[in-house]
């Protein structure tokens, strides 16, 4: 009961969007039992997956999500992952491995945040308490004499001083926007006057990610870019393209959308507002499962997976692409990820940019797109 009253806050109290159809749900659940017994083999013997917080955040929390509730060998799995987490918190409030093997530490950080949140026990509030002040600490802006028209401006990144980009951003957004919804934490808070995060400013970093000349002096004009978001203010992981003048300006592609869709929907800017509308169009524009728009098969469980969590969070049952098509993407979403279980057990990418030939990793991001599709 904990965990649905946290998911439904987590997508701002509005009304549970629909479930799946019954047929598809079931085979949905199948899935999703398979992949976590498959990563339950995984677990290493310190309670880790892959010796790595993150990681090991990601799979506590799909196991945490599984939508049949916890089973003994999931409760099990998820305390020994907890245990690992907790194992690397350090004084600063970070939790993460450090180098080599884990050298970010605002990634994991934000990842374990989640699988704490959702767990949601007494016993972890001084350690969410102290995580969240870290992310809300991260954020480029005055206090560090970040400049408003400073392009780090708003943003988070792998680290406290390093530069932020809106992967790192968007998964410390949607951490802090979960773990916020904690009773005792918000009692805390109140009490204590703990920082809260500046949304405005979140919102400033993001416009200078999204392809939309009314917000981004620098957005890409290039036809299909309207709306779409790419990695970094100065930077990308995608396309990028060079003026007459010589101006260069990056691409729109589908993971970094869909991490920014989701971004705006947390800062609870409204359905209507120009900034979700053009990245709803891109979407539109964009719909497929195959691949990554814009780079591929690099990132395809990335995509999915930020796709899953965004359209969870938006809401809205189906989306109508430019063709006039309404989808039933949980339906549709859900098969192209049974389609694309290998051996009935595990998921993995043959494009192994981001880590991405890991079936660890890949299933985590699988098992946890199912479980967003799959609705209340």
């Known amino acids: 009961m904990k965990k649905f009253a946290l998911m439904v806050a987590l997508l ?8 799946l159809d019954i047929s598809v749900q079931q085979e949905s659940d199948r899935a999703v039992a398979r992949g976590l017994e498959y990563l339950g083999q995984q677990q290493q013997p310190d309670g880790s997956w892959r010796k790595h917080p993150g990681i090991t955040g990601l799979v ?4 945490l999500q599984a939508p049949r509730g916890l089973t003994p060998d999931y409760e099990k799995r998820v305390n020994a992952g907890l245990k690992f987490i907790l194992s ?9 491995g450090g180098p080599p093997m884990d050298p970010y530490p605002n990634y994991s950080t934000s990842i374990c945040l989640m699988a704490l949140a959702a767990a949601n026990r007494p016993e972890h509030t001084e350690a969410i308490r102290n995580a969240r002040a870290y992310l809300l600490h991260s954020q480029f ?11 780090r401006y708003g943003g988070i990144g792998y680290g406290r001083t390093q530069r932020p980009d809106l992967s790192n951003t968007a998964f410390a957004l949607e951490a802090l926007h979960m773990s916020e919804q904690i009773k005792a ?3 805390s808070d109140t009490e204590k006057k703990e920082p809260q995060l500046h949304w405005e400013k979140a919102l400033a970093f993001l416009a200078r990610c999204q392809n939309l000349p009314s917000v981004n002096t620098n957005a890409s004009t290039v036809a299909g870019d309207a709306g779409g978001f790419y990695y970094a203010p100065t930077e990308t992981r995608g396309l990028s393209v060079t003026n007459a003048t010589g101006r260069i300006s990056f691409r729109s592609y589908g993971s970094m959308t869909y991490a920014g869709f989701k971004s705006l929907l947390y800062a609870k800017l409204g359905k209507d507002d120009k900034r979700t509308q053009a990245a709803l169009d891109w979407i539109r524009k964009n719909w497929t499962f195959k691949e990554n728009p814009g780079l591929g098969e690099q ?17 809205e049952p189906t989306i109508t692409d430019d063709k006039g098509v309404a989808h039933d993407w949980r339906k549709e979403l859900t098969e192209a990820l049974l389609a694309m279980q290998r051996d ?3 998921w993995v990418n043959k494009s192994g940019r981001w880590e991405e030939s890991d079936p660890v990793l890949v299933t985590a991001y699988a098992v946890l797109a199912l479980e967003a599709a799959r609705g209340k």
Request: charge should be negative; avoid cysteine; proline fraction near 4%.
């Open 60 to 63: 506590t929390l799909a196991f």
């Open 344 to 346: 009935g057990s595990f």
């Open 141 to 151: 802006d005055e206090t560090e004499g970040t400049s408003k028209d400073d392009p």
């Open 185 to 187: 934490l918000k009692a």
């Open 12 to 19: 701002g109290g509005a009304a549970v969007a629909a479930a």
């Open 299 to 315: 990132g395809h469980f990335y995509y999915l997976h930020a796709m899953a969590k965004a359209l969870d969070a938006f809401g």
């Open 88 to 96: 690397n918190v350090k004084p600063d409030g970070t939790i993460y």
